[in-house]
């Protein structure tokens, strides 16, 4: 139904059914735990029970499977996605492959609850030897440094040598990159940053285009009771029609304000994937279909860094992102390591010169 239809239609109309007279555009969302059965032993329905199916998630993950181009799963958060995935394809002995640069919790989790190997690799690479690895679970464009690698090689070299790999598309959304058109095995998630975009929906989903992948997922979904509240995935659902205008704004405003803070004197560095000067960029312009509307950066040290947010009016000391307002979140503070000073700038829907003027002003006021 959407196929060729551009980003700002699909993200408006995937996942909802045909137009019928006298129903909403979006159906409301179903709250039940259990349902009217057909009395027919042995015959299979679409919902018996809360814990196994509800077609307020079904419309969801049709939308999102249709940006992803896979079959989503829906998760009640990003690490319940990614947690489940480790748990229904990794076992006890086997080896995974990590981003040492990647989300800390991902990390944290697979080194204390999981009884398996890992090998830690930064985002940049070298990937190389995949021998006697089950899973490569990549974050690209990695979270808080804002590195990649080329998905599209890594995924052969990883196939070639038995693995699966998942990608962590968070940041990127399924706007800015199409990991499983790239050869990835699963594309992984949390849906409470830009795709929902409202800072106010905990959610996370894995896409693959391999049926039986996915139905796997769903059955460590029933049984390890990872659902999603009908509300939440209804208000997700809402909010993902307006993804593309939030993104195309997001994306627009961390373009100038990269170009701006690199001549900054109170700014060490500035990475942004977007920037022809970026170590990123080459690899992120083959690969991505547009650049995130997050921007980091590093500052003299912590001091200065919480100086600088509290300094500026338009940003919001926070540590989620992919929202409309704009957040800073200086990532040291949350065991990331990273240098004290170093500020992730989430770019939000505020007018660009405003946020502009906002944070030179800001940075002004640390360097006096």
């Given at each position: 139904?959407?196929?060729?239809?551009?980003?700002?239609?699909?993200?408006?109309h995937?996942?909802?059914s045909?137009?019928?007279?006298?129903?909403?555009?979006?159906?409301?969302?179903?709250?039940?735990t259990?349902?009217?059965?057909?009395?027919?032993?042995?015959?299979a329905?679409?919902?018996?029970y809360?814990?196994?199916?509800?077609?307020?998630?079904?419309?969801?993950?049709a939308?999102?499977?249709?940006?992803?181009?896979?079959?989503?799963?829906?998760?009640p958060?990003?690490?319940?996605?990614?947690?489940?995935?480790?748990r229904?394809?990794?076992?006890?002995?086997?080896?995974?492959?990590?981003?040492?640069?990647?989300?800390?919790?991902?990390?944290?989790?697979?080194?204390?609850?999981?009884?398996?190997?890992?090998?830690?690799?930064?985002?940049?690479?070298?990937?190389?030897?995949?021998?006697?690895?089950?899973?490569?679970?990549?974050?690209?464009?990695?979270?808080?440094?804002?590195?990649?690698?080329?998905?599209?090689?890594?995924?052969?070299?990883?196939?070639?040598a038995?693995?699966?790999?998942?990608?962590?598309?968070?940041?990127?959304?399924?706007l800015?990159?199409?990991?499983?058109?790239?050869?990835?095995d699963f594309v992984?998630?949390?849906?409470?940053?830009?795709?929902t975009?409202h800072?106010?929906?905990?959610?996370?989903?894995v896409s693959?285009?391999?049926?039986?992948?996915?139905?796997?997922?769903?059955?460590?979904?029933?049984?390890?009771?990872?659902?999603?509240?009908?509300?939440?995935?209804?208000?997700?659902?809402?909010s993902?029609?307006?993804?593309?205008?939030?993104?195309?704004?997001?994306?627009?405003?961390?373009?100038?304000?990269?170009?701006?803070l690199?001549?900054?004197?109170a700014?060490?560095?500035?990475?942004w994937?977007?920037l022809?000067?970026?170590?990123?960029?080459?690899?992120?312009r083959?690969q991505m279909?547009r650049?995130?509307?997050?921007?980091?950066?590093?500052?003299?040290?912590?001091?200065?860094?919480?100086?600088?947010?509290?300094?500026?009016?338009?940003?919001?000391?926070a540590?989620?992102f992919?929202?409309?307002h704009t957040?800073?979140?200086?990532?040291a503070?949350?065991?990331?390591?990273?240098p004290?000073?170093?500020?992730?700038?989430?770019?939000?829907?505020?007018?660009t010169?405003?946020?502009?003027?906002?944070?030179?002003?800001?940075?002004?006021?640390?360097?006096?």
């Amino acid at each position: 139904m959407t196929q060729g239809w551009g980003d700002g239609t699909r993200c408006v109309h995937s996942g909802q059914s045909e137009s019928v007279v006298g129903e909403p555009f979006l159906a409301g969302p179903v709250f039940a735990t259990a349902y009217h059965l057909d009395g027919a032993p042995g015959r299979a329905q679409p919902d018996y029970y809360a814990r196994s199916g509800n077609p307020t998630w079904r419309a969801l993950e049709a939308a999102i499977g249709q940006l992803d181009g896979g079959e989503c799963v829906l998760f009640p958060s990003g690490m319940a996605a990614i947690s489940t995935l480790l748990r229904a394809f990794v076992s006890s002995g086997d080896t995974v492959v990590v981003p040492s640069d990647g989300y800390f919790a991902t990390r944290t989790f697979i080194a204390e609850e999981m009884d398996v190997s890992v090998r830690h690799v930064p985002t940049p690479g070298p990937w190389s030897d995949f021998t006697g690895v089950r899973l490569v679970l990549l974050e690209t464009p990695s979270n808080p440094w804002l590195d990649v690698c080329d998905i599209r090689s890594l995924v052969d070299s990883a196939h070639a040598a038995g693995a699966l790999v998942a990608v962590d598309n968070t940041t990127a959304t399924p706007l800015g990159q199409q990991p499983l058109a790239l050869g990835a095995d699963f594309v992984v998630a949390s849906d409470s940053k830009a795709l929902t975009g409202h800072s106010d929906v905990l959610l996370g989903h894995v896409s693959t285009v391999d049926a039986a992948l996915a139905e796997r997922l769903r059955k460590a979904r029933t049984l390890g009771g990872a659902v999603p509240a009908p509300f939440e995935t209804w208000l997700a659902h809402r909010s993902l029609g307006t993804l593309d205008l939030r993104l195309a704004r997001q994306s627009e405003t961390a373009a100038v304000l990269a170009s701006a803070l690199l001549a900054h004197p109170a700014v060490r560095t500035v990475r942004w994937p977007g920037l022809p000067e970026d170590p990123a960029h080459e690899i992120a312009r083959s690969q991505m279909r547009r650049f995130p509307g997050v921007v980091t950066i590093e500052l003299a040290d912590a001091v200065t860094a919480d100086r600088f947010v509290a300094a500026a009016r338009l940003v919001t000391a926070a540590t989620s992102f992919g929202g409309l307002h704009t957040t800073g979140d200086r990532r040291a503070q949350w065991g990331d390591p990273v240098p004290e000073g170093l500020v992730r700038l989430s770019v939000g829907v505020e007018d660009t010169d405003d946020l502009l003027a906002d944070v030179i002003q800001a940075l002004n006021a640390v360097t006096t």
